[in-house]
């Protein structure tokens, strides 16, 4: 199976920027995903999607993070990126990025190790 790895996070102040990637070991679209999705794990809460975008390159955000982060995809479609601007503190978290399942709840690929971003001054 395709295995992902995400990387790119590290320490920022708020307002900046930091951009993730997450790579894969093949193409990461088929038939039974329905996007690729960044997901974000904060201290102490649930890990939710923030960025998600289709094979056909819409996407969608959650409303915390629109207008702030860019999620994008690569030309051959293997690697997923996460721009992200005017980070706030209660972006930090472990992000991951995750085939979103099209025909059922849940995720497609197993999860990776994630990377830690972390924003403070």
């Known amino acids: 199976q395709v295995q992902l790895v995400e990387s790119g996070g590290g320490l920022a102040q708020p307002g900046g920027s930091m951009r993730l990637s997450c790579a894969a070991s093949?193409?990461?679209?088929?038939?039974?995903?329905?996007?690729m999705a960044w997901y974000r794990r904060a201290p102490g809460k649930r890990r939710e999607l923030v960025a998600g975008?289709?094979?056909?390159?819409?996407?969608d955000y959650a409303k915390s993070v629109e207008g702030r982060f860019t999620i994008s995809t690569d030309n051959q479609k293997n690697t997923v990126f996460l721009q992200m601007n005017g980070l706030k503190p209660e972006d930090t978290g472990v992000y991951y990025c995750?085939?979103?399942?099209?025909?059922?709840?849940?995720?497609?690929?197993?999860w990776g190790q994630g990377t830690q971003v972390t924003v403070s001054s």
């Open positions: 975008i289709r094979e056909n390159g819409v996407t």
């Open positions: 093949g193409s990461i679209f088929n038939i039974y995903i329905a996007k």
């Open positions: 995750n085939g979103v399942r099209e025909f059922t709840v849940g995720v497609y690929y197993n």
